[in-house]
């Protein structure tokens, strides 16, 4: 195996172990600690936990498990991967490259506004003026997002420490902080779950997230669940982001590929149910809606810190401390899935990878996309135009990858792997391992991934574009 540091060199993973850490870290992100609470506190809990769960394993594993070995098998990032597997789904490459681009533009955004509330119950714990100081959390969250000269600050210092970390390579730099960071944020996780689960109350949330009630599958309710399920679980594991395939580019040959593929989506789901008892428990110990949305992470949960007294601050910094490490390094996993097709076009091109100037690209367009989010207020300056019809520039780039790019990316996966170019993977997959789950895989590739990623699709874009419509919300329950 190469080990080297080398800005100039395409890179490697020096271990099996670093190649875990870093995928389950571009997996873990906001959309765990954010978007699973409050996406299964508006879907009935349990009946969101068991359908999630099944588009996991029938899913979710057969195209982590595709990326990694496409990546692996290929050595090259998504657009080098899909053009050299089949030339026809060079486009799904291109759909793969574009995607970390645009969910870095409001990714850093969030991130800002996450190292905001950090520093905030820092504060508060040593009686500092740069503290929250009591202020009721709505207004502290829009004291945030309302005034671009407190939004763009942070979002640099989150852009900037995430630069700094991938600029350093893929040993030195992604590698040695997720083998880090990650371990600490389970070790984070289970902690507030246990203190947020003693809450008195908390019970109430501890029965909603795993007491069997289908109350919610009524009519045409399954289809809502069912929906929101799977965009979480798409979103969540962070599947045609450009970041797996690449993350699998940099595996060593005598890894068990298959072992990984099982193992990212796992942790993925572990941090998702303890994101959810941290907050949830929370949430009902505090008498507030766990169907309150997205205003969950920022608004309602800082209530709760605040309504413990002096150990609120402490107990804040700590979730804050794990959401900051989530969000972190799922940017670094962004970030890297667009700076490998650079690197990876200039060694074709017989040119040195040049690494920072690659890292200064991604900043570069980052902060273009940045910018209009922050300028934007997350929506809230009317004035400002936004394209396509959204309310928001977060919509924007949040439609541009999650709503179409990211489920038509994996649709045509499925589509090449499970038809056009059947077994592809298989003698990669085995090279490593005895791939007991090759007939699982292979059928799932070819039956189920491609109906389900087009119901996702239709889904992701109808919610975008048609979401006040009757005949969907109609549709939806």
Request: charged fraction near 10%.
């Amino acid at each position: 195996m190469t080990t080297t540091n080398d800005p100039n060199a395409r890179g490697s993973f020096a271990s099996g172990f670093g190649f875990l850490m870093a995928s389950v870290g571009a997996a873990v992100g906001l959309g765990n600690l954010w978007g699973f609470p409050y996406k299964m506190g508006t879907n009935g809990g349990f009946a969101f936990i068991l359908i999630y769960l099944i588009l996991i394993v029938f899913l979710g594993f057969p195209l982590m498990l595709s990326e990694i070995a496409l990546g692996r098998k290929t050595r090259k990032s998504a657009i080098g991967a899909f053009h050299e597997a089949d030339p026809r789904f060079t486009i799904a490459g291109v759909f793969e490259t574009l995607v970390p681009f645009f969910l870095l533009c409001f990714y850093c955004v969030l991130g800002g506004i996450v190292t905001r509330c950090l520093i905030g119950n820092l504060g508060d714990i040593f009686g500092a003026s740069w503290g929250i100081n009591g202020k009721y959390s709505a207004s502290f969250y829009n004291g945030v997002i309302m005034h671009p000269g407190v939004s763009i600050p942070w979002m640099l210092i989150f852009l900037a420490v995430t630069s700094f970390i991938v600029i350093r390579g893929v040993q030195g730099g992604i590698e040695k902080f997720a083998s880090i960071a990650m371990p600490c944020l389970f070790v984070l996780l289970i902690f507030t779950a246990v203190r947020c689960c003693s809450l008195p109350g908390a019970a109430n949330g501890i029965e909603f997230m795993f007491k069997p009630d289908f109350s919610v599958f009524k009519g045409t309710g399954w289809f809502r669940v069912f929906a929101n399920a799977g965009a979480q679980m798409f979103f969540s594991l962070s599947l045609a982001a450009g970041c797996i395939i690449t993350f699998g580019s940099y595996l060593d040959k005598d890894d068990n590929v298959e072992r990984q593929g099982f193992m990212v989506p796992i942790l993925d789901t572990i941090a998702a149910l303890l994101a959810g008892m941290c907050v949830l428990p929370a949430v009902f110990a505090a008498g507030i809606e766990p169907s309150s949305g997205p205003g969950l992470l920022f608004v309602s949960l800082q209530r709760v810190f605040q309504s413990m007294g002096k150990s609120g601050p402490v107990f804040g910094f700590v979730f804050y401390l794990l959401v900051f490490i989530a969000a972190l390094t799922s940017s670094i996993g962004m970030m890297e899935g667009g700076i490998s097709v650079l690197n990876d076009s200039r060694l074709k091109k017989g040119k040195p990878a040049n690494r920072p100037l690659n890292t200064a690209i991604a900043i570069g367009t980052t902060l273009i996309g940045g910018l209009l989010v922050a300028i934007d207020q997350l929506g809230e300056n009317a004035s400002f135009w936004k394209p396509f019809g959204q309310p928001s520039w977060l919509n924007v780039f949040d439609l541009l990858s999650e709503g179409i790019l990211m489920p038509l990316g994996c649709l045509l996966m499925a589509v090449m792997l499970g038809w056009t170019r059947r077994h592809y993977l298989d003698d990669e997959i085995e090279q490593g391992s005895q791939y007991r789950t090759k007939p699982f895989v292979n059928f799932c590739l070819r039956w189920i991934a491609p109906v389900l990623m087009a119901f996702i699709l239709f889904i992701q874009i109808s919610t975008f574009f048609f979401s006040d419509t009757a005949w969907f919300k109609n549709l939806i329950g």
